[in-house]
């Protein structure tokens, strides 16, 4: 989606000078830095990815690490 916004000057300066650092376009530079900071404001998005991925790997049961979570539980006090 192209769209057109104003930005202070200096933070143009900026953002162009790291854009070439990192060898992206300014539109990637600010696509990743807007991207960055909604996902701060909606951390509910990060739960529904990591629940994602769960779900896609699997919550198949492994007899080694429930084993071993049922002798460290036999020897801590509850």
Do not use: C, H
């Not at 830095?33 to 509910?44: I, K, Y």
Request: hydrophobic share 45%; charged share 25%; aromatic share 6%.
């Amino acid at each position: 989606m192209k769209t057109a916004v104003s930005i202070p000057d200096p933070v143009f300066i900026e953002a162009d000078a790291l854009a070439k650092r990192m060898g992206i376009t300014r539109s990637k530079l600010y696509a990743r830095a807007l991207d960055a900071f909604v996902s701060r404001q909606a951390p509910d998005r990060i739960t529904l990815a990591m629940n994602a991925a769960v779900d896609a790997a699997g919550q198949g049961s492994d007899p080694f690490v429930s084993e071993g979570a049922r002798r460290i539980l036999e020897r801590s006090e509850w």
